[in-house]
Nanobody
């Protein structure tokens, strides 16, 4: 059983930056693919970025490409999302997820964190 805990969310002005972290414990989290999803009020959860177990493959949604960067540190059992040039439409609860299969679908991930709120003011 893998437990995931996100941190680093907050309130930031448009154009600002935030760095989200996801800490894993339990199980062999290093063997899993990890991903970030987000959910804005009244909207479905959407894919943001994913990274394979080694960190050698990353994939970002078009809406964040060039602004967000996913990374992981298996030695620390941690994953990160560096977010730059933030926009009001990036406002959402951000979730980290882990699973054996890496896809853009939330259904592929077995383990989820509780989420961290990111609010971008205009």
């Amino acid at each position: 059983q893998v437990q995931l805990v996100e941190s680093g969310g907050g309130l930031v002005q448009a154009g600002g930056s935030l760095r989200l972290s996801c800490a894993a414990s339990g199980g062999t989290s290093g063997a899993y693919a990890w991903a970030w999803f987000r959910q804005a009020p009244g909207k479905e959860r959407e894919f943001v970025a994913r990274i394979n177990w080694s960190g050698g493959y990353v994939d970002h949604a078009d809406s964040v490409k060039g602004r967000f960067t996913i990374s992981r540190d298996n030695a620390k059992n941690a994953m990160y999302l560096e977010m730059n040039s933030l926009k009001p439409e990036d406002t959402a609860v951000y979730f980290c997820a882990a699973g054996r299969v890496s896809t853009r679908s939330a259904a592929s991930y077995n383990y989820w964190g509780q989420g961290t709120q990111v609010t971008v003011s205009s």
